[in-house]
């Protein structure tokens, strides 16, 4: 491994080692092949040097197989459509930074009618090529703060509002719920907040106090009351095995289960090892081997039938190295569905336990 001064990478290269800002947030992790843009924001950050792997070792985190990212990974980031909802996205994440940082300084009182602007016209913005969910995934080599990952969650919790069909009112405050669950992470430690390792048992305690911490902030603004309790519920779990109460059930404000959803979602498919090319089914996968219980059981159910249902008509890789298309989705096996292979033959996943959908293509 050799240490690159900045000024010396080249895109292409392979990062031996994690790159943390000096506040300690990672921005291009381990294993990553290095781009235009990553070296950009690494300037940003004024990075100094970076650990590179020598031409000659080959890498094996999923990350950095750019030449067996999914063609349909491919085929959104080249799209003009994704250019411009990155565009967008970048524009609407710094007003956001200015107008939330603006607020809990306390230089002006939160001004959700300007909050809801941007986020709205992101969601607009999308047309009906890309999943919404999928222009997401990609934007992943962006940032991990906790702005991105508040649009993120407003805009997942926006979706999960559609499918349930809720009226435009409530769709507008579940996306300020999503933009504002976090916002109690301003009163955490910056060393708690970016620390890359596991969390000591007291450090994930203070990490808790975020729930009422955001509530605290949010307490006597004149807004919706679901946003308060956003704030303060979106970790509770339906089960009762959250915090800060341990809230089960419908004693949890359906629009912090929602939120609480959305926000696994995101920190599930921001995990360095899901970066390229997400499969959707093994996001669900991980969902159901997890536990539903510990959601909202509607909520969950619209979202996670969702997310399968827009793959129908798409290619598909199974884990046998076979191609075809998903044909249909199975409603009680959402990660089963059928699959019509080029050679004409039908794979019926459910009966065909040995395989499942490894990739779209
Ligand atoms: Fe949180
Ligand atoms: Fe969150």
Known sequence: MVQYPLSELQPGM??????????????????????????????????????????????VSKDARPHEEPSYAR??????????????????AGIFQAQLQDFVRGNSPLDTQAL?????????????????????HNMRDLDDSTYVHSINVSVIARLIGVWSEMGEEDLDTLTLCGLLHDIGKVKIPQEIIGKPDRLTAEEYAI??????????????????????????????????????????????????????????????????CYRAGVCPFEVIAIFESNGLHEYNPHFILTFLEHIAGTYTGYGVRLSDGSTGKLVMINQHRLTRPLIQLDNGDFVDLTKRLDLYVEELI
């Not at 085929?75 to 609407?92: G, L, M, V, W």
């Not at 986020?119 to 607009?124: A, D, N, V």
């Not at 006597?220 to 509770?236: C, F, G, P, Q, T």
């Not at 926000?263 to 921001?270: H, I, N």
């Open 14 to 59: 392979i990062v031996a080692s994690d790159v943390f800002t000096p506040q300690g947030q990672l921005i291009v992790s381990c294993g990553t092949y290095l781009s235009q843009q990553m070296i950009q924001h690494m300037r940003y950050y004024h990075i100094k040097t970076v650990t590179i792997l020598p031409n000659e070792v080959t890498p």
């Open 75 to 92: 085929r959104i980031r080249q799209s003009q459509e994704f250019t411009a909802f990155r565009e967008q996205y970048t524009q609407s």
């Open 116 to 136: 809801l602007e941007d986020t709205i016209t992101l969601f607009r913005h999308n047309q009906a090529t890309f999943s919404l969910l999928d222009m997401l």
């Open 207 to 272: 990490m808790k106090q975020h729930t009422v911490f955001g509530y605290e902030l949010l307490a006597h603004e004149d807004i919706d009351v679901r946003i308060k309790n956003a704030a303060l519920m979106h970790h509770e779990r339906y089960d009762g095995t959250g915090y800060p109460f341990g809230l089960v059930g419908e004693r949890i404000d359906t629009f912090a289960s929602i939120i609480a959803i959305a926000d696994v979602y995101d920190a599930l498919t921001a995990d360095r």
